[in-house]
């Protein structure tokens, strides 16, 4: 039987609870780069947090609801992440997570398409400055790229080839070439297409140590060949 190196299945874990994460809407507690993974769980827990006592209401109001059966479904879905979160946060044996910091994120970057319901990235540096690199999946401006990426129509969609340059782009503004650092890079469902295509395709692919695709989507044919 093949067994997995022990290191790359803490790493895997990591690039799971950083996905989950990226569904939380970070920005509705205005997440600031240099933020450590427990000051956003904190922050999260003022909406998320059982004993918040205007929990609830905080995010009908962020999230423009109006208490429906459904939004109630996704809030306690909301919560159930948040201390999947928390509960990592907590763990002493998780000190390396807890204190991960977050930085380089799209929708402070003028020049890639987050306003417009497109690219969300950000990355989390340790101690020793390893960076992982974290697409979310399909944002409300990407379902006409998902058909269009997996059509046949085009080798590579728009939102691919964004993936790709918002990765050379942190690279080049964070001099990561030049350090003797290791960068992982990952994202789940669209968000792992996108690491998938980044690691094919960037200019620095060179520089990624390992992928995770939590869940993605394929190439087309057409991209494949």
């Known amino acids: 039987m093949n067994s997995i190196d022990e290191n790359i299945k803490l790493q895997a874990g990591e690039a799971a609870l950083l996905n989950v994460l990226m569904y939380l809407n970070i920005e509705d507690v205005k997440v600031e ?6 000051r956003i769980v904190n922050k999260l827990g003022t909406i998320y947090d059982p004993e918040s006592p205007n929990g609830y209401q905080e995010y009908l109001n962020k999230r423009n609801k109006k208490g429906t059966k459904k939004d109630k ?3 306690e879905d909301r919560q159930r992440q948040y201390q999947i979160l928390k509960n990592a946060c907590d763990n002493k044996k998780n ?71 918002y990765f050379d782009h942190i690279v080049e ?12 890079i990952s994202g789940h469902s669209k968000g792992g297409n996108k690491a998938q295509y980044a690691t094919i395709n960037s200019k620095h692919r060179e520089l990624i140590d390992k ?15």
């Open 173 to 184: 503004k964070n001099n990561y070439d030049k350090k003797d650092i290791e960068i992982l």
């Open 95 to 165: 000190e390396h997570f807890a204190n991960l910091r977050i930085g380089n994120q799209s929708r402070f970057m003028d020049d890639f398409s987050y306003d417009r319901g497109g690219l969300n990235a950000c990355t989390f540096t340790d101690k020793e400055g390893n960076v992982h690199v974290v697409y979310r999946g399909t944002g409300p401006g990407e379902w006409i790229d998902n058909g269009i990426a997996l059509s046949g129509l085009v080798i590579e969609s728009e939102q691919q080839k964004e993936a790709a340059r």
């Open 33 to 38: 780069d240099e933020w450590s993974m427990r």
């Open 211 to 225: 992928c995770f695709n939590f869940d993605g989507q394929g190439m087309s044919p057409e991209a494949i060949e």
């Open 73 to 75: 479904e996704d809030y």
